[in-house]
């Protein structure tokens, strides 16, 4: 029979010295978890979760700019599509979670958020190791707009550090299912420190370019770009360089770019939604062509910011 702790249960445990200290200083946000709205600081999830435990889990994120949302339906497509892959269910359907989000972002009062909904696999109530038995759960939150590079990296374009490390290949885990496995990617970064770099990009199995750590990438090579074709996550903003390009009429391909062309770009570029599109001008210690920030890269960073306040890309927070 279960009863709650007294205070001489309490006095019998042993005394624990060096208790774990939350180190982190949480950012203003609102997370939306079991039903309820709660500030960034309270939203906990139990560390049985095998979200946790065995990154069982997908998410996606979109951002908020400006007060609008930035195709947020496609990034709703591709939340929806990894739950289906994942085979999990949550409570909510599209509109419900669309209302979620928005009413996050109201609360927190943020003009420009980075804006998560995830589901995780959840917990067995009887601790099966049944992965149908588990109750998923689906939770969402908004925090200001981060970037991968910060203004002055946005400037004068990223040092990234090709790392040897090799993506999770698509066989073992579907890409397309936006995930949680970054042992990879994070070996890469430390990789790139190691070596004066500020980000990373590793490898696909077969050593072509794949991504970087919350980022896929282009090179651009007499007018025309490139983006790895396999192995990446397809990137709601890879997806809109696509789509401007050919607004702009510029030629765009998905294949394989070898870490070769990538050295010898006229430019190359990486995309987010942390940060959208971004300028890199080294690799591994060495300038991409002039060094410089080049003009197609400039060019598809106005245009992608242009976009964000088109209703026909982007859509008003209700805020109250
Ligand atoms: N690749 C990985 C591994 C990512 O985690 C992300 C975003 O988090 C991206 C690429 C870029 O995708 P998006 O443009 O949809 O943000």
Redesign the pocket.
Known sequence: MSRTMTTQDEKRLPVVSNRHVDPHSYPEGVAFLDGQYLPMSQAKISVLDWGFLHSDATY??VHVWNGRFFRLGL?LD?FFGGLEKLRMTIPFDRESVTEILHNCVALSGHRAAYVEMLCTRGASPTFSRDPRQALNRFMAFAVPFGSVANAEQLQRGLRVAISDKVRIPPASID?AI?NYH?LD?VRGLYDAYDRGAETALILDFNGNVA??????VFCVKDGKLSTPAIG?????????VFDLCAQEGLAATAADVSVAALREADEVFI????GGIMPVTEIDGVRIASGKVGPITSRLMALYWGKHDDPAWSSQVNYP
């Not at 991504?211 to 896929?216: L, T, V």
């Not at 990446?232 to 809109?240: C, F």
């Open positions: 996606d994120t990034h591709r890409p936006k970054w990617l991504e970087g750590p919350g980022f896929n990446v996550l397809p990137g709601i903003t890879r997806r809109t995309t987010s939604t942390a």
